[in-house]
């Protein structure tokens, strides 16, 4: 059995020891390059005048001054008007102030009624 531990072993760092294999080192490349220094420098500057369609922020420039379809004064006055009227948003908008029912009821009544409803008692229908 311990045989069999040896061999498995040796057969597995030589098959790490394939895997191992270093490149060699050819030092630094020289660059290759088909333009002039004149060319890449001329078109560095066309490149950092146009605008960037993949950045992340071409969108959020600064728009041009827009100019307005009403005066100040109209829209100030519009302003006033709605401030000073009823919230269209608000709850209950529209129906103005509740009404009271015409129904008339005991004020004694009520009272007996939460009293039953208290003691678990069934209330008359």
């Not at 959020?60 to 109209?74: D, F, H, K, N």
């Not at 519009?78 to 908008?93: L, M, R, T």
């Not at 029912?101 to 007996?112: F, N």
């Amino acid at each position: 059995m311990n045989t069999s531990k040896i061999i498995a072993a040796a057969a597995l760092s030589l098959f790490a020891a394939a895997g191992a294999q270093a490149e060699t080192y050819h030092g630094v490349h020289a660059p290759v390059s088909a333009s002039s220094r004149a060319d890449v420098r001329a078109q560095a500057v066309i490149a950092a005048r146009s605008e960037n369609p993949y950045a992340e922020a071409v969108s959020s420039r600064v728009m041009p001054l827009m100019t307005a379809s009403m005066e100040r004064g109209s829209v100030r006055s519009e302003a006033i008007a709605a401030a000073h009227s009823a919230n269209p948003y608000a709850e209950g908008y529209g129906h103005g102030v509740a009404q009271r029912s015409g129904r008339s009821v005991e004020r004694a009544m009520v009272r007996a009624e939460a009293r039953s409803a208290a003691r678990g008692e069934r209330l008359p229908l």
